[in-house]
T-cell receptor, first 117, second 113 residues
Framework: DAGITQSPRHKVTETGTPVTLRCHQT?????MYWYRQDPGHGLRLIHY???????DKGEVSDGYSVSRSKTEDFLLTLESATSSQTSVYFC????????????????FGSGTRLTVV | DQQVKQNSPSLSVQEGRISILNCDYT??????FLWYKKYPAEGPTFLIS?????DKNEDGRFTVFLNKSAKHLSLHIVPSQPGDSAVYFC????????????FGKGTKLTVNP
C-alpha cells in the first residue's frame, strides 16, 4: 500500500471549535490534496499543495486553512467548525500533479469522518 | 457549474452481466480521464484511465470508452462480479494545465448474485 495515513479516523467536535486533520505520507510526493465527500456532491477539492509552503485554494475552501511545513505532512484546519463541515475528508497525494495522475492517478488516504455537533 | 457529470446516482445489475457507467463532461480542455472505485469506509482507488488521443482503453474486465465529440465516456465491466459493488467516480483534468482532478458525483453500482 502507498504510504499515506490520515489522523484521526473519526472525530466529533462542537460547533465553534477549531479542528485540525493530519495527512502524512512516506512517498516523498510533491503534490498533496484535501477533498471532502458529501452525499450528492461527490468529491470536492478544498485545498492543495504543490510543495513545502506552497498551497492554493480549491472549490470549497471557505472556512478551511492548510499548512505544509514538511514534504510529508499536510494539515487541514477548520478554523471554527460548523455543522455544514460535517463530512468525510480525504487526503490524496500525487507524484507530479497531472503527470502522476496520468500514470496511476492520485493515491487517497482512508479518510477522516468528522461530525460537528 | 459542474464540469464532470455522472447523471445516474445508482445502477443495479446481475452477476455475470455487463455494467455500463456513464460520465459526461463540459470542459473541452479536459484531455485525460480517470475512473476511481470506492468501497465504504475506504478511500477511492484508481481503476483505469484514458487519454484523449485514444477512444478505448482496456484492463482485464474493465474497458473505458471515450467519445470526444459527444464529450462522453463510459466504463464497461464485463462480467460483473459482486465484489465490483462500490461507488465509481469519473474524473478529468487538463494535461499541462491545472494540477487538479475534477470529479463527478459518483455512481453506486450494486452487483446482485
Amino acid at each position: 500500500d502507498a504510504g499515506i495515513t490520515q489522523s484521526p479516523r473519526h472525530k466529533v467536535t462542537e460547533t465553534g471549535t477549531p479542528v485540525t486533520l493530519r495527512c502524512h505520507q512516506t512517498e516523498n510526493h510533491r503534490y498533496m490534496y484535501w477533498y471532502r465527500q458529501d452525499p450528492g456532491h461527490g468529491l470536492r477539492l478544498i485545498h492543495y499543495s504543490y510543495g513545502v509552503k506552497d498551497t492554493d485554494k480549491g472549490e470549497v475552501s471557505d472556512g478551511y486553512s492548510v499548512s505544509r511545513s514538511k514534504t510529508e505532512d499536510f494539515l487541514l484546519t477548520l478554523e471554527s467548525a460548523t455543522s455544514s463541515q460535517t463530512s468525510v475528508y480525504f487526503c490524496a497525494i500525487s507524484e507530479s500533479g497531472s503527470g502522476g495522475a496520468r500514470s496511476y492517478g492520485y493515491t487517497f488516504g482512508s479518510g477522516t469522518r468528522l461530525t460537528v455537533v | 457549474d459542474q464540469q464532470v457529470k455522472q447523471n445516474s446516482p445508482s445502477l443495479s445489475v446481475q452477476e455475470g452481466r455487463i455494467s455500463i457507467l456513464n460520465c459526461d463532461y463540459t470542459n473541452s480542455m479536459f484531455d485525460y480521464f480517470l475512473w476511481y472505485k470506492k468501497y465504504p469506509a475506504e478511500g477511492p482507488t484508481f481503476l483505469i484511465s484514458i487519454s484523449s488521443i485514444k477512444d478505448k482503453n482496456e484492463d482485464g474486465r474493465f474497458t473505458v470508452f471515450l467519445n470526444k465529440s459527444a464529450k462522453h465516456l463510459s466504463l464497461h465491466i464485463v462480467p460483473s462480479q459482486p465484489g465490483d459493488s462500490a461507488v465509481y467516480f469519473c474524473a478529468a483534468f487538463t494535461q499541462g494545465g491545472s494540477e487538479k482532478l475534477v470529479f463527478g458525483k459518483g455512481t453506486k453500482l450494486t452487483v446482485n448474485p
